[in-house]
């Protein structure tokens, strides 16, 4: 079938028009910043004009802004496997790392583990965990080797930001609790591309970003889920008033609330959740079977149509659709001035240092066309041999 045929056929082509992205624009940096919905405009502009300008301090209660971390966060929750009161949305997912790290090391004794590579933030994040609480962090390319009777919890991000290889959390997480460790797992590339079932996979801890396939718009308010079972016995390190049992009767001691709540810190970010929440209604009607299986035929598209050219490029994501999340990445020697090019031909991927090109696949809103067209153009690129002009050698400060 020719890429026009499968868009054709494809039954999520519509939802494409919920979105405000141009016609001729290749937009494939989905993973890193969601396209715009349409609807995102009218909701943040309701919620300042009226909510706020008009409701005023009333519209804490009138418009549902107290309760917007947790309804938000059970609208995510369908999209990962987990039950609607386990999920809420807050924060940044850097300060949900931390949150979550620190409350699991104070449950369990011993050390942190995780792999190299992983995303810096994650990395930071856990050395500060581990520097402020005096625990070992174990570094490591043999996680499952690792897992000892000495490990507090493992973090890993379940579809790496780099290759898209993705862990078996299953088979991690079970490997944990036979050690009586926790894992956390960051869902930054897998929450709203690729099947996540955190419930069944027995896990205990993950957050996630807002703003990369959730679309909810640039530092988008991020999400935590902590697993029923533990709701009593982790504590938030990070005993802000928002997550006492009882914020508005202003007690000088802190008390965490029951459930996901005392998760919270401060006042809810209301402009941020209202874009938030515009982006996640789009999955609400739209079948999740339908939307994974998507991702994966646009990535394996792109695979196919880069493997039939010779162009120096490698392709280091797995080949195997279910080990992979939505993005595809390739290495080049001049991975950087071709990826200058391409976006200024109007094909939008990212470069990741040293010397990766990466596309993302959204499968809400991109078409197979597209996938055909950043192949024929990166072909162009490499052919003409555009990408040695010196305007596409600068290095800009975010990639
Ligand atoms: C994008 C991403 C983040 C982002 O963290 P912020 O706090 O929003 O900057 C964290 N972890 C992973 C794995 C990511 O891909």
Known sequence: MTPEARDAADPLRHVRERFALLDYLTYLDGNSLGALPKATADAVAKTVSEDWGNGLIRSWNHAGWIDAPARIGAKIAPLIGAQPHEVIAADSTSVNLFKLL??????????????????????????????????????????????????????????????????????????????????????????????????????????????????????????????????????????????????????????????????????????????????????????????????????????ELIDATDLGFEVVTPRDPARRGSHVSLTHPHAWPICQTAIARGVIGDFRAPDILRFGFTPLYTRFTDVARAVETLADIIQTREYEHPRFQRRAAVT
């Open 102 to 303: 620190t409350a699991a090391l104070q449950a369990r004794p011993g050390k942190i583990v995780t792999e190299p590579g992983n995303f810096p933030t994650d990395l930071y994040i856990a050395q500060g965990a581990a520097n402020l609480l005096g625990r070992p962090l174990v570094t490591t390319d043999d996680v499952l080797g690792d897992i000892d009777d000495d490990t507090a919890v493992v973090l890993l991000t379940h579809v790496h930001y780099k290759t898209a290889a993705v862990h078996d959390m299953a088979a991690i997480t079970a490997a944990a609790h036979r050690h009586n460790a926790l894992v956390l797992w960051d869902l930054s590339h897998s929450a709203g591309a690729i099947p996540v079932d955190l419930n069944g996979a027995k896990a205990d801890l993950a957050v996630g970003c807002g703003y990369k396939y959730l679309n909810g718009g640039p530092g988008a308010p991020a999400f935590l889920f902590v697993a029923e079972r533990h709701h009593d016995s982790l504590h938030s390190p990070l005993t802000g008033w928002m997550g006492h049992a009882e914020p508005f009767a202003f007690r000088d001691d802190y008390a965490p609330a029951e459930g996901i709540r005392r998760f919270l810190c401060g006042t809810p970010p209301i402009l941020g959740l209202a874009a938030l929440e515009a982006g996640i209604d789009i999955f609400a009607d739209l079948d999740l079977g339908a939307v994974f299986a998507k991702s994966r035929a646009l990535t394996s598209l792109f695979i």
